[in-house]
């Protein structure tokens, strides 16, 4: 074998002056320059320009008070987004991509972004492939799913060509790095992708706000126009008067913070994640945690701790020297898995005379791993059930009690011919049984609490493994999931419509495949179900990328890290209640503050709209919807949208929110139409319509959030206190600035009139729009259920 020589610090320092440096690896967050220009540079930020510049131009300055919301509002998003950004990329880096690379003689650990061409890196299971590279020494087999979606491992020997983005599904190599950075095969993908027009996927809730946004931008510019026109040509109001209505009219319609507490509230929880040590690699997972209504968990490095421990092997054949044997097959052996190490620990401590003159690392397509002893004889560890195949029953005497007991089981069998090339099932009958070999993994202490807390919440339990279904199952039941003596063999399984039966009725799946693990993700996915995975291992990868939310333990297999949105850097599961918990406190929040912003919106579009069909005056100036904003939106959605709120997360985001809000914007344009119909009737001024129209919509306002704040504590009240002395008070110290006036007898019994109508009119249509709902809820329940066969 030639010797292996790897850069100089010379040669490293060279390479990097001529370019030929591996790009880092682009951080989940945008860059301080995108987040300041993505706050500033909006839409709706150069509408209110433009209404800020029209009241400039008719000397209204004071009804330019909008714009303070807006700069703080703007600033409140770029400072949440940075503190969201220095967290997450800190945290970012504790959990980069690691290479063991070889630098003036030594093997040092660098970051995968501190490679250069021609780096003599090592690569081992689990690992993702840095950049493109040719083995020099080693075997290993490298799993290209990622990449071609193939999920066949093929075989790497000293020569063969690495694909960055792919990873090593078993064995160990090292390699010399030929393409790196942009010249790479997996960033040219990235690069084509991107010109394809490729973008990431976001969650319904931002699709729906993307829409609703869009809509009303679009509607602003004409509706504007026609305001303007309507009231200053066709009803002779004064041009500063119009403006200023019409002016007012579109803050109405804008949801100018809708958007921003959205972005404000996925950035801290972002940041609460990372606080907990949880790597949020893609801001949309946390809407789809808010969804989740099934978990798919492996046993090992999941419910059980990742490290094993072997016990005494079971002899199968008094006259085998099975002490030789494992000593020789773990001895010097480089584990891979936490299987290996195990046995390696309990067996390969002491140095062997035995000389492998083969090897073939362990993969979960063939399930065992062997080596060739020449004279001594090639022997082969591996599942029972796999191994032994039709003579399985000649090992269930011994093999059940063992499985009985949670403990995973290996078989220690001699192979009587060649060892298979490439490797293949070996025939049982080839096989003579040597050993059973038991190992067993501790329940993880916070396992059992973590299943409760997912029960409790209606969250079905799914358990994937590799392992035999009963020792699964026996480990299931000591961690407390529900349905854990409803067990399935994978292996049994003949095609996917057995496959998607099984995932809908059993609760741990045994024998799994890889490719299984991913076709029983998209058997519930089929079903309707929202899926998170968690997974560590090699062989969950695939399962981790199709899932809607994939988790990773930091302390597996890189390639899982890498594919998964959620990374737990502490490789704890019993974080993930409080991960789950914050999804649902984000999206719930959310959704119950975005109901707030539009009552304002939907109850001004229905005003300008008649405003624009009768001759009727818009009611307010933009001051007074500052105040009503302030008061009933604004301030009280900030402080919602932070608080804590677990409920799981149901129907679609547009729906609940419009289903929300219907009742306070139409509660609204009734008692406002209701104002502007006595106004004109007893011939009361502009400046009382507009007084009675504040004072209305500010009550209104007011009782939407009290049922927003329901059920109500001590900061529910105290907020809800709040606002009602900031409204109130507001409207009676700053009257004179907001355009409000002191009412007559009249206007006096037109005000109390309308507030008298308040409460009994937002009940009956609230009554109502639950009734309407409930009924195409009933319509659509009958047309799926017509439709499923």
């Not at 509002?73 to 063991?100: C, F, M, P, W, Y």
């Not at 020494?137 to 979606?149: C, F, K, M, R, W």
Request: a neutral charge.
């Amino acid at each position: 074998r030639m010797p292996i020589h790897g850069l100089t610090a010379a040669e490293v320092e060279s390479r990097r002056a001529a370019g030929l440096t591996n790009c880092p690896p682009r951080s989940p967050t945008k860059t301080t320059g995108e987040i300041v220009r993505d706050n500033i540079c909006t839409y709706f930020n150069l509408v209110f320009l433009v209404l800020a510049l029209m009241l400039l131009s008719v000397g209204s300055w004071l009804n330019m008070g909008f714009l303070g919301i807006v700069f703080w509002n703007t600033l409140i998003g770029i400072i949440q987004q940075l503190r969201a950004k220095k967290t997450i990329d800190e945290l970012t880096l504790v959990s980069a991509h690691k290479v063991h690379c070889l630098r003036d003689g030594q093997w040092v650990e660098l970051l995968s972004d501190e490679l250069v061409q021609d780096d003599v890196v090592e690569f081992r299971a689990g690992e993702q492939i840095a950049a493109d590279a040719v083995v020099l020494d080693g075997t290993a087999q490298a799993n290209e799913s990622l990449l071609t979606g193939e999920a066949r491992p093929i075989a790497k020997n000293s020569g063969d060509g690495l694909r960055s983005g792919s990873f090593l599904a078993a064995g160990h190599c090292v390699a010399r790095l030929t393409k790196v950075g942009a010249e790479s095969y997996a960033a040219k993908l990235a690069t084509e992708a991107k010109a394809d027009g490729h973008k990431v996927v976001k969650g319904e809730m931002m699709r729906s706000l993307d829409k609703l946004i869009r809509a009303i931008g679009i509607a602003l510019v004409p509706i504007g126009a026609a305001l303007l026109y309507k009231q200053h040509w066709q009803l002779g109001v004064a041009m500063r008067g119009s403006v200023e209505t019409t002016v007012a009219a579109l803050i109405g319609m804008i949801p100018e913070g809708l958007y921003l507490l959205t972005s404000v509230a996925l950035a801290v929880g972002m940041m609460r994640l990372a606080r907990r040590r949880v790597l949020t690699q893609d801001m949309n997972c946390i809407e789809t945690l808010a969804r989740v209504d099934v978990l798919c968990v492996d046993k090992t490095g999941t419910i059980t701790e990742s490290t094993m421990q072997a016990d005494e092997p079971v002899l199968l054949n008094e006259n085998a020297p099975v002490t030789d044997i494992l000593t020789a097959f773990y001895s010097g052996e480089e584990p891979d898995n936490d299987t290996a190490r195990a046995l390696c620990e309990k067996f390969g401590q002491g140095g062997s005379p035995w000389f492998a003159a083969r090897s073939i690392p362990f993969n979960t397509a063939y399930k065992y791993s062997a080596k060739s002893f020449g004279a001594q004889g090639s022997y082969v560890v591996g599942a029972p059930d796999i191994l032994a195949g039709a003579r399985l029953a000649e090992l269930r005497p011994v093999l059940d009690p063992l499985l009985a007991q949670g403990r995973r089981v290996l078989l220690l069998a001699r192979c009587k011919g060649e060892l298979p090339d490439p490797p293949a099932r070996l025939d049982p009958d080839t096989l003579e049984f040597l050993a059973l070999l038991p190992l067993q993994n501790r329940i993880r202490e916070s396992a059992p609490e973590t299943f409760a807390y997912f029960a409790r919440q209606g969250v079905d339990v799914k358990v994937i493994s590799g392992d035999d279904p009963r020792a699964v199952s026996h480990v299931a039941a000591q961690a407390g999931i529900c349905g854990a003596d409803q067990w399935v063999d994978a292996a049994a399984l003949k095609n996917d419509r057995e496959l998607e039966k099984a995932a809908a009725h059993c609760t741990v799946f045994g024998r799994v495949t890889p490719e299984q693990k991913r076709k029983l993700v998209h058997a519930l996915q089929k079903q309707g179900h929202t899926v998170a995975m968690t997974g560590d291992g090699v062989n969950d990868v695939l399962a981790l990328k199709d899932a809607d939310c994939g988790i990773a333990m930091a302390s597996g297999a890189q390639a899982a890290s890498q594919v998964a949105q959620l990374v737990l850097l502490d490789s704890d599961f019993g974080a993930l209640p409080h991960v789950v918990a914050e999804g649902r406190r984000v999206i719930n929040n959310i959704q119950r503050s975005a109901s707030l912003f539009l009552v304002k919106n939907i109850f001004s579009v229905l005003l300008s709209v008649v405003s624009l069909v009768l001759p009727l005056t818009y009611p307010f100036l933009p001051l007074q919807l500052s105040l009503l904003g302030a008061a009933t939106i604004g301030t009280p959605a900030f402080f919602l949208a932070l608080e804590p709120n677990h409920e799981r997360v149901h129907g679609r985001f547009i729906s609940n929110v419009l289903r929300a809000a219907l009742p306070g914007g139409i509660t609204d344009f009734l008692l406002v139409f209701l104002a502007q119909g006595f106004c004109f009737a007893f011939g009361l001024s502009s400046d009382y319509l507009g007084t009675i129209s504040t004072i209305v919509v500010l009550t209104v306002g007011l009782m939407v959030l009290w049922g927003v704040c329901r059920p109500f504590n001590t900061w529910h009240w105290v907020l809800w206190g709040a606002m009602a002395a900031i409204g109130y008070g507001g409207a009676l110290l700053l009257a004179p600035w907001l355009g409000l006036v002191k009412l007559d007898l009249g206007g006096t019994l037109v005000l109390v009139a309308l507030l008298g109508l308040a409460g009994p009119t937002l009940f009956g249509v609230s009554m109502l729009n639950t009734r309407i709902h409930g009924a195409v809820g009933e319509v659509q329940d009958k047309v799926r259920r017509r439709r499923e066969p």
